[in-house]
């Protein structure tokens, strides 16, 4: 691709060269503009308890993007074409630039991505870009963001990210049959400041999708069933990573990996089972964790991203990382360690020392409830938000820079991973225990009844939508709106 003065065309796969050229004081940019905030809560001779986790809370990521880089322009065509799952059959899916995944992007903090979008789907579509706090009129919502790019079209999406991590892009348009159909990719942005950013010998996404297929192996033509609305979403019956049935990553003994995993299947939850390799989780929903963890049955829900860091065994062999959400082991893809071994770098992965510890949250009063429950209109099923469905829906109102404190209560038995668009939050307790999660996220999953507190301090002014991240149950009407005002003073 040719591109004009000034820019380049996007980097597909491998990290580009040009991560080292920015030295960039992301955090100092970042506690100026948080504590800029946090003035205007200052009352008297003290603070409030909403100030001081507010307090806790600056610097923890960037308030804005950084700015200053080069101009990154990128085409996408969303189209009808053919993959391989099963053997040599052929599978009819629609795709961006006729791959599934779509094209693994990848930058760095600083720079603007420019992706110019052509529909050539016989249905309208938008695009979101899941975890990235792009502007509001970027997020592609349709009738909320921007409207639908109908067939022939093209729009524009342009967007500085403000955060490094491991995100996606997905439809936004009908999901329950365009995300089912393979539109989907992943987007890396790197920190080129991150001390540790090279200790690993290789970092590999995985993107994790269920096909429900027929024995020609062709997806199932009916989508939204009326049972994928009332239970958990479709579910497939072929579980694939980037597309591959079987993937095998490669790997010497004793090397080090940094493994991308993102859930991108409509409805199907993963709890990661890694067997006898040593994961250690390093980031989830893109944000560095102010902790590592072991990242033994972690749970992956529709939408969740989790960054592990494994050290290759010194003994040679398959290795099968497996889901065990639903009791039996299913496999999800393998290791093959074998050759020379390796010499692994001793650092310790980047953590984010920003991450609050919100404690004292549990003191905090509740600014908003989400009731998440089911009822039947004119004869159909439908998934409500406090007895409301998406379009009938009373926004979230909250301030920019003030903590934020919601309960989620889901009345309902299927699950429900419920993403916020435009925020990251953290979980604060579940079912009245608190919860300690060293980390933030942009989607929780909800199961059958659960009750979870989460606490945020909104950045990102706009009108941001909050669903289920199941795409049967958003359709169905789970999806409200959380308008995010500017502070006055």
């Avoid at 921007?146 to 403000?162: M, N």
């Avoid at 609305?229 to 010497?252: F, K, P, S």
């Avoid at 964790?289 to 010194?314: K, Q």
């Avoid at 990251?424 to 919860?435: A, C, D, M, Q, Y």
Wanted: aromatic share 6%.
């Amino acid at each position: 691709m040719t591109s004009p003065s000034g820019t380049r065309t996007g980097s597909i796969g491998s990290r580009p060269d040009w991560l080292g050229r920015l030295a960039i004081p992301v955090a100092l940019a970042s506690i100026v503009a948080v504590v800029a905030l946090l003035v205007l809560r200052s009352t008297g001779s003290g603070a409030s308890l909403e100030t001081e986790l507010e307090g806790e809370f600056a610097g923890a990521y960037p308030a804005e993007p950084v700015g200053g880089g080069q101009l990154v322009e990128i085409e996408l065509v969303a189209a009808p074409t053919t993959i391989k799952i099963i053997d040599d059959q052929p599978t009819d899916v629609w795709a961006y630039n006729a791959t599934v995944p779509g094209p693994a992007l990848r930058g760095v903090l600083g720079d603007t991505v420019r992706i110019t979008v052509r529909n050539d789907l016989p249905a309208s579509t938008t695009i979101h870009w899941h975890g990235i706090r792009v502007p509001n009129d970027m997020d592609g919502v349709p009738d909320i963001n921007q409207a639908r790019i109908e067939p022939g079209d093209t729009f524009v999406y342009e967007f500085t990210p403000p955060d490094a991590g491991t995100f996606w892009y997905h439809s936004h348009t009908n999901g329950s049959e365009q995300l089912e159909r393979g539109l989907y990719g992943s987007i890396v942005i790197d920190d080129p400041a991150s001390p540790n950013l090279d200790i690993y010998t290789q970092d590999v996404v995985w993107v994790i999708d269920d096909w429900l297929l027929t024995d020609e192996a062709q997806l199932d033509p009916d989508f939204n069933t009326a049972s994928d609305r009332t239970h958990n979403g479709r579910w497939g019956n072929v579980i694939t990573v980037n597309a591959t049935l079987g993937e095998t990553l490669e790997a010497q003994p004793g090397e080090r990996v940094r493994l991308r995993m993102v859930n991108a299947s409509n409805g199907r939850a993963y709890t990661l089972d890694f067997g006898d390799l040593e994961a250690n989780l390093i980031a989830f929903d893109g944000l560095t964790v102010g902790e590592v963890s072991d990242a033994e049955g972690l749970v992956l829900a529709p939408g969740n991203r989790a960054d592990v860091d494994i050290t290759m065994p010194t003994t040679p062999g398959l290795y099968t990382v497996n889901d065990v959400f639903a009791g039996t082991p299913q496999p999800l893809a393998a290791i093959a360690v074998e050759g020379d071994t390796a010499e692994a770098s001793p650092l310790e992965p980047t953590t984010n020392d920003g991450v609050p510890d919100w404690t004292a949250a549990a003191e905090a009063p509740i600014d908003d409830e989400l009731v998440f429950e089911t009822s039947q209109r004119d004869g159909e099923w439908v998934w409500t938000i406090n007895g409301e469905v998406f379009g009938e829906h009373t926004p979230i109102e909250v301030t920019e820079g003030e903590f934020t404190k919601i309960k989620l209560i889901n009345q309902t038995h299927p699950m429900h991973p419920i993403h916020l668009h435009g925020q990251f939050f953290k979980v604060l307790s579940r079912n009245g225990e608190p919860v300690d999660e060293p980390f933030f996220r942009d989607t929780v999953l909800l199961n059958t009844l659960d009750e979870v507190e989460i606490g945020m301090v909104p950045l990102d002014v706009g009108n941001w939508v909050l669903h289920c991240h199941i795409q049967e149950h958003a359709e169905a009407g789970m999806m409200t709106v959380m308008t995010v005002a500017p502070t006055t003073t």
